[in-house]
DNA sequence: AATGAATGAGTATTCATTCAT
DNA sequence: AATGAATGAATACTCATTCAT
């Protein structure tokens, strides 16, 4: 029996991710209240009723991008931590991972990082929860290397952790997949600093 | 020359500066494309024909901000620079002046890292070569610091630059002047952080 | 000719019953112009595709709302006046038949009254002709009574049946079936009030 | 000193006046539910954007509708209350006030009596109590007029009110201004047929 | 007989900006 | 220096209808 092909132009899975691909290219560019659901689907080829089919919102979109990417990384974190009990790995493991989805999921980290306050209250909820809980994994292993007087224990755990998540999910800033810079020299020079500092001797 | 009466409500310079101080309180809460026109006059018990009496435009706003900012701290970095000759020391004075940017400029921080793209090219001109002038002389302590044999050669001078300013300019993201935590803190913390490492030994 | 076995939810009558009940229920509620066809459809438990299966346009479940009313009206009211010759009781009669069916079709009547305008020219010339034959009916009534001398000669008959149209017409705005009144307390005191007056001795 | 001649197309209240009386004729020939507030604006020569500035919304223009009948209404039917005391002429003068509202404010009444389903629960409160108020006249006079024993006892009082009501209120949908019939000769017949009757004799 | 996807025109509302006063 | 009225284009979203399957 063949399998029967459709006359339409996506299965109805790809055009929502048409959709939502689009919507992230340009909330990256323009940002959320900057891009219009007109521009994003003409970027996808299609129409505002087929938008309207597929999404009750345009928030709707903001909310899948930040799953999409959320779910990916949290389950990359939590292999990280499961492959080691050394304070310094888990460190280096979170600050690669970090740095890898700058590289890889660019567009999503831009979003995700610059377009949050967008979601309401109950579209954010969940997606924040698990933001919560990447955070405390950064925080976790800090507070557990300082417990076991691998970690510097004069130093404010919330600091110190907020502190790498700052300078790795900035890298969105600046990052270019084109650059002379490896997203691996990244990660290693940022582990390096935090871990054994600049300082010579 | 005896100086003119005015009958209105406030001088022009007072009139302007109300309109940045809402629009800059309402840009952090809602970002640039969120905030209306109207929104703004209203915070500042005002009308549009008032606005655009003083301002060509809603962007010219948000130059204003950016202007408000970047010549004070280019002020601050640069007054660091000359206070001293060690790299060590250069590199905790800026910092502090960056977390003490991110306490008491918190609002023009956030609207300075998160609407820089709604300035349009003419606008940005001016406040790109200035933000790049403080970008380059983050870089250029790192450098000096590597030359004179006090940081260590074998890490990435841009990425370590980009690194600290990443960690410091996030910290508008969860930095609250009501926290246990003072500006001093973490700005130390940090230093040390960064300077001589989170491992122990 | 054996009948065809249908492997379907409803047959045709029954799904065209099922919009038409869900429809006039949403146009009691809403107003025909207020009332989407999505959600009539999800009312009855259908999709949009099998509503214009079975009917050409939302306009068209308004003409069957309408037909399924007048005709049972009609029906009703031409047995009233082939019951007696009375001009006494058939008003009486085609008050009763107006309060019952105010009773009993409420949500017909509501929009057979209320949303007759949605019904374009072609649609409406059928239903027009039908409603024009009811009201004459009370006009017949009352003009053969005034030429056998029952009814005063010194009233405009036009304006008295159309008032008396009115009065019923008008009930199912407060007419509730859960109330203390009943319909046939309503015609009776209805017929009294015209019929002999509201004054005493 | 000459008055300011404004450039303007009209003073604030002529605007608000146009807008508003354009949508009355607007909702009364198509209901609230299909007049769009384009419709409205170009019936009125203006733009959209003026109407928002005046109003808030297009149900703003609905409750204005409602509030300029009603008003007028009420002080009509008070007065006619406090010229006598005899339920007759009570009687009388409310039938001939409701039928000269229609005369006189044919488009109001429509309005008002036809969509008032679409004022929102906040801006129906205030109505809903004015007409209840008007209600509560017809109501009254017929009580009063039992209580005086001036009026039937054995008929609800209730029934009376409403179908004297529904009888007046009718009117909008057969009533013409150019018709041979006058706003006076209906009340009259109205009026006759209640209190006396139609029979004869 | 019914579905699910899509269309295109339309809806109410908002907005940056203009301008006569 | 500031106001109030107005514009016109844009915005998010809805809707009746179509059609391949």
Chains 1, 2, 3, 4 share one sequence.
Request: proline share 2%; charged share 25%; aromatic share 10%.
């Amino acid at each position: 029996m063949p399998e029967s092909h459709s006359k339409r132009k996506y299965s109805t899975a790809a055009t929502r991710q048409a959709l939502v691909t689009s919507a992230r290219k340009l909330f990256e560019r323009n940002g959320f209240s900057a891009t219009s659901v007109q521009s994003i689907v003409d970027d996808a080829n299609l129409t505002k009723g087929a938008f309207y089919y597929h999404f009750v919102s345009k928030e709707e979109l903001l909310r899948e991008i930040h799953d999409e990417f959320i779910d990916h990384q949290l389950t990359s974190v939590q292999s990280v931590l499961s492959s080691t009990e050394d304070p310094g790995e888990q460190l280096r493991g979170l600050i690669r991972t970090a740095i890898e989805a700058v590289e890889q999921y660019r567009s999503h980290v831009a979003v995700f990082l610059g377009e949050r306050r967008f979601l309401s209250e109950e579209g954010f909820a969940e997606v924040k929860e698990k933001r919560d809980r990447m955070e405390d994994m950064f925080y976790g292993v800090v507070r557990r290397g300082q417990r076991a007087g691998r970690i510097r224990a004069d130093l404010n755990p919330r600091v110190l952790s907020l502190g790498v998540i700052g300078m790795c999910g900035w890298a969105y800033q600046w990052y270019s997949p084109q650059g002379k810079l490896s997203a691996e020299e990244i990660a290693d020079a940022f582990t390096v600093m935090v871990w054994e500092g600049m300082a010579t001797g």
